[in-house]
């Protein structure tokens, strides 16, 4: 996909990414958060996030932040292998390779610090990231019932992980 540039995010991306979060948030179907953080609160995470133990990258068409992809490792020792994924593509973007292009940078990077296991938590009702990250070679590794409650009622949230 030759006009998407995906790069590690900045603070300066804080505003896009939080308007991106919002619009995502607002489809209530996807995340179990609240809200996305305030620009100030995520221009700082960036700012100070340590290479070593986080990646967070954008995807960039044109002007506009297509998706982005977080990956945080585990804090205590005997867990810094394994790294939590969250993964986000603005409704026009989906289908276009923006996740898999996310996915494709972020492996290498976690490798390289040591990361042997990828796991995320994604709703049950998301037929369409499930297919992609069974495409990715992520696997099913547990089911947290009735973990989501919204105004549709109760939601499974499945775990699923992928060892590099």
């Keep these: 996909m030759p006009d998407l540039t995906i790069r590690a995010a900045t603070a300066p991306d804080a ?5 991106l979060q919002k619009s995502i948030y607002d489809e209530g179907r996807w995340f179990v958060g ?14 100070l996030l340590d290479p070593a133990r986080s990646l967070y990258l954008v995807a ?3 002007e506009t932040v297509a998706g982005w992809l977080e990956l945080h490792r585990l804090h205590p020792k005997k867990l810094s292998h394994v790294a939590v994924l969250t993964l986000a593509v603005a409704t026009p ?18 490798r390289g610090v040591g990361v042997t ?16 990250y069974e495409r990715e070679g992520f696997e099913p590794e547990g089911c947290e019932r009735s973990q989501v ?16």
Excluded: H, I
């Design 15 to 19: 505003s896009a990414l939080v308007a």
């Design 93 to 110: 973007e989906r289908r276009r390779g923006v996740a898999g292009g996310l996915l494709a940078r972020a492996y290498p990077w976690a």
């Design 117 to 132: 296991k990828l796991q995320l938590g994604v709703r049950a009702r998301n037929g369409a990231a499930r297919a992609l």
């Design 60 to 62: 960039v068409r044109g």
């Design 149 to 164: 409650r919204d105004e549709d009622g109760f939601e499974d949230n499945l775990l699923m992980a992928k060892f590099l």
């Design 34 to 47: 609240d809200g996305p953080p305030a620009v100030e609160t995520l221009g700082q995470r960036l700012r």
